[in-house]
């Protein structure tokens, strides 16, 4: 019926018009097109029943485009919203308990949902067919919605909705209030995400919390209840001005571990020399230019080489191998320093092919001690890094796993001459991108005491923490201390040692000149950018490689005595060793520092409730937006009062930390009384309680869950005079027009601690749990296991030395078949229905122990299952077989059936990776596995 349908902007302009008559005759509707009077389209009939349907259609449409017109001429969103305003129900009900508008719902926000199937065909034959092809449904959703529902004027119901929020507690905010009226004794209710004030400045109400919040009236009495979950924790930050002075205090042990390090022996030994006259570096070498090589670990294959990195490259005075010889006069490091480079360039040149020549290496060249080879090893960029040009050490912005290999290539200036450690990428131009680049070793995969680079790691820079920036001379204190064998506490110096007169701050050479670097000591840490500290890094940098170890030792001179004080394992040992020495790891460095910003006041954290930081200036408030502003999400405070930079006032920053685990339950109860006499004075009453409920059973010493009550009142006062105002105009140069204000505030406030106990946890923490520290790594999944390489051994008794052959078939000539796999439990199981009818009803196969399931309580028959845990233990199966042929092995030796002779000389063998490299500091103290007897059950006969 084209006669119904809207009118376009064209139509309209050419004066096109609808006009409908009603036919008495036929009882009919006729809609006519016409321009003018002409007719200019077939007219359309409708029956009553039809035509006022019609009537109710359009004016629904023409409503919707007049509100829909008007919500888009109000304002333009910035991305796509849908809008749902303008629901309403009006019923008697509402309208006499909460007050007129009826039931309301507005909703804005966007959604975005994107649907997939994804398909995975994996042709594996090693699986079941029906896990070759999976079919997986892939939803991925972005909501971001805010719903808004009222009921009459009194009952207003919020919920912000974010599946993209910074934090989980932002994701899902909800608010159900309740507005009465004035004359009203419920003046307010809240359920949900709920905030609370008091009229006590002593006592904090809480921000970040979720519950129940009621504001109740009797007169000229106010009650505010609240009944909630704590969602955050309170912290106070102290800070002199707009400055904060930060204590540090450490043990000697905290060393930055793989993040510094000597660039070679040459630079190490000299060290302590270079820097014995301060501030003046007594070194004959500047390095002029650097090539730092990492392993790859972020993908990123822009700037890459294959490399060989090698332990003895460019020394001369400490050679690991003794395999190479020290060449020419000059001691330096450089690449003919000894015969290392010239072998490899000449010699070992095949080596360059990292996947097919390192077999040229003779055999007492070790990979992993003497040198190690990468492929597609990373190039830092300047900006990953730090060298010192003269002292020759490297500093590195993030640390190094433990598994990653570091190299580097470095030349500089020495005596007029320039030298060269390493190859650069431009030595072995693009065209030979494939060849690798021969780089001195610092760090292998496995970096122990016993290896040759072990002392090229740095361990006497240590970092003063997070925050640490920027440090200031005048506000910086440094204080190394021992302590005592006998007292137990801490001394600036070693008593009975001969050097007892001197602070140990000094005895470590790090006070040794004044305040206007004369060289006399002034009992003062010599501040000195770049070479006792590392002011944009927050790092103390000792003048000496073994402050506590050998350098200690050079001051006592006498042995015996030294051996009292000496802590040389921190320098011989792993850092994981060096801390178990509880008898020797005494030493201490504390002290405070400041940082150079000028107006922020960092809170050393990100997620800060919104309204819950409050500042203080000498114990006054100061007011937000006018004295300070807040970075709720960098969380940071800046002050903006000039006066109180100035001056120098000390500043106290309270706040709520909100907590990313909601996983420990707090509670926090409380009622604020406030009766006002007049409008003027009033007085006032609060009481709360904080309950926590711990994580577990066995609460750790220190973290044990606090029940506390605290109560208090306070007394406000406030008076305006005119009359004071007068006396003010009096003086000279003042005309103050506003009556003046008189303020009087007194509060009191008492906290009761306790803590919390129950029938289950007792009244008492736990210093060590053993059972809960210990962490095991299971090898018992069958998938994790590889074939294992052919066993090499270079000895003239070797049992098989086609191990050292490389890319010959003869390599797996003695290999048997070896088989790993997992006994699924349906095929074992007599009671269940999924058991194949043969193996259920055959019960020698069922008790059989090479297959059968091994229930817990027979290797551990006292201990207690959880509920829920499986009784059985998973178990990884071998089956060995010496005489038949096991993959890549050719051999011929075999008889006429195809068995191999000899069984008893052959082998088989599975290999695994483990995550965890360094066994020593993640304390993998042994292996624990049952072999089951592979003859049980056999007799004599069979």
Excluded: C
């Amino acid at each position: 019926m084209n006669g119904t349908q809207p009118l376009t902007a064209q139509q309209q302009q050419l004066g096109v018009h609808t006009v409908v008559r009603y036919d008495p005759g036929t009882a009919l509707y006729i809609f006519e097109r016409r321009i003018g009077d002409h007719l200019i389209d077939t007219p359309v009939t409708m029956t009553r029943k039809e035509y006022m349907a019609y009537r109710l259609r359009k004016m629904q449409v023409d409503q919707f485009r007049e509100r829909n017109r008007g919500n888009a001429d109000s304002s333009t969103p910035s991305y796509p919203t849908f809008t749902i305003s303008g629901l309403r129900r009006q019923e008697k009900t509402p309208t006499t308990l909460f007050g007129p508008g009826g039931v309301q719902l507005s909703t804005k926000g966007s959604i975005d949902i994107s649907a997939g199937l994804k398909r995975d065909v994996t042709d594996n034959p090693t699986l079941p067919l029906r896990a070759r092809k999976r079919n997986i449904f892939n939803f991925d959703q972005q909501i971001q919605l805010n719903l808004s529902a009222t009921v009459g004027e009194k009952i207003n119901f919020n919920v912000n909705y974010d599946t993209e929020a910074t934090f989980d507690y932002h994701s899902k905010e909800l608010k159900l209030a309740y507005q009465g009226d004035e004359d009203q004794i419920i003046r307010n209710i809240e359920a949900g995400n709920v905030k609370m004030t008091t009229s006590n400045p002593l006592i904090d109400g809480g921000a970040a919390l979720f519950g129940i919040k009621a504001d109740l009236q009797f007169g000229k009495l106010q009650v505010n209840t609240l009944f909630s979950r704590q969602q955050s924790e309170v912290q106070t930050i102290h800070s002199s001005g707009s400055r904060q002075i930060t204590p540090f205090s450490f043990s000697a042990d905290n060393y930055e571990e793989n993040r510094h390090f000597f660039l070679s022996y040459w630079f190490r030994d000299n060290y302590n020399h270079a820097m014995s006259s301060l501030p003046y570096v007594e070194s004959p070498i500047s390095i002029t230019r650097i090539e730092v090589w990492v392993t790859n670990r972020r993908g990123d294959y822009s700037q890459v080489r294959n490399i060989v990195a090698l332990a003895d490259l460019g020394e001369h005075r400490t050679i690991h191998n003794p395999r190479w010889q020290p060449m020419g006069a000059e001691e330096i490091p450089y690449n003919r320093g000894n015969t290392l480079y010239d072998e490899l360039t000449t010699t070992y040149a095949g080596i360059r092919d990292i996947r097919q020549g390192m077999n040229l290496l003779p055999g007492d060249v070790v990979n992993g001690t003497d040198y190690e080879k990468l492929e597609n090893a990373r190039l830092l960029s300047p900006a990953e890094y730090s060298y010192h040009p003269q002292l020759g050490y490297l500093s590195l912005n993030m640390p190094l796993q433990p598994d990653e290999v570091l190299a580097v290539a470095f030349e500089y200036s020495y005596g007029g001459e320039v030298y060269q450690v390493g190859e650069f990428s431009a030595d072995i131009g693009m065209e030979n991108s494939q060849d690798a680049l021969f780089l001195k070793l610092l760090k292998p995969v496995s970096l122990s005491p016993t290896s040759p680079v072990w002392d090229l790691m740095m361990k006497n820079i240590y970092s003063l923490g997070y925050g640490a920036y920027n440090l200031e001379a005048d506000h910086f204190r440094l204080e190394i201390t021992r302590q005592s064998d006998s007292a137990g506490v801490y001394l600036s110096y070693l008593p009975g040692s001969g050097i007892d007169d001197e602070l140990l701050l000094r005895v470590m050479q790090l006070d040794r000149l004044d305040e206007r670097q004369n060289p006399y000591p002034d009992g003062i840490f010599d501040f000195l950018e770049g070479y006792t500290v590392d002011t944009q890094q927050g790092r103390i940098i000792f003048p000496v490689t073994e402050p506590f170890g050998s350098h200690l030792k050079e001051r006592i001179k006498n042995e015996t005595i030294a051996a009292r004080y000496l802590f040389q394992e921190l320098y011989d040992s792993t850092r994981t060793v060096a801390r178990q020495l509880a008898e020797k790891n005494k030493y201490r460095l504390s002290g405070e520092y400041r940082a150079a910003s000028e107006a922020v006041i960092s809170l050393n954290t990100m997620n800060v409730a919104r309204g819950s930081v409050k500042v203080t200036a000498g114990g006054i408030t100061l007011t937000e937006g006018v004295d300070y502003t807040v970075d709720y999400l960098s969380g940071s405070v800046t002050i903006l009062n000039q006066s109180l930079l100035d001056t120098g006032t000390p500043l106290s920053v309270t706040l709520e930390e909100q907590t990313f685990s909601q996983m420990q339950r707090k509670t926090l109860m409380g009622v604020n009384l406030l009766y006002n006499f007049t409008h003027d004075f009033s007085l006032g009453a609060t009481l709360m309680h904080y309950t926590e409920k711990p994580m577990t059973m066995k609460t750790a010493f220190g973290e044990e869950a606090t029940r506390n009550l605290l109560w208090g009142s306070n007394l406000s006062w406030k008076k305006e005079s005119v009359a004071l105002t007068n006396l003010l105009n009096l003086l000279p140069f003042t005309d103050a027009t506003t009556p003046s204000q008189l303020t009087a505030e007194l509060a009191f406030a008492q906290m009761i601690p306790g803590h919390y106990s129950s029938q289950h946890a007792g009244g008492y923490s736990y210093l060590d749990d053993f059972e809960s520290t210990t962490s095991v790594i299971d090898l018992r999944n069958p998938y994790a296991w590889s074939l294992a390489a052919t066993p090499i051994d270079n000895s003239a008794t070797s049992l098989f030395p086609e191990g050292a052959l490389t890319n010959q078939i003869e390599n797996g000539k003695n290999r048997a078949l070896l088989s790993w796999y997992h006994i699924d439990g349906i095929f074992t199981r007599k009671n269940s229905s999924l058991t194949p009818t043969h193996i259920r009803n055959d019960p020698d196969q069922l008790s059989d122990h090479r297959v059968r399931e091994i229930y817990e309580r027979e290797l551990f028959p006292e201990r207690e299952l959880p509920y829920g845990q499986p009784a059985t233990i998973p178990v990884l199966n071998l089956a060995y077989y010496p005489n038949e042929r096991g993959p890549y092995n050719l051999d011929r030796e075999v008889d006429r059936d195809g068995y191999l002779l000899n069984p008893s000389n052959r082998w088989g063998g599975i290999t695994r990776q483990l995550e965890t490299s360094d066994f020593e500091t993640a304390n993998i103290a042994y292996i624990e596995f049952w072999l089951m007897d592979p003859f049980a059950g056999d007799t004599l006969a069979n």
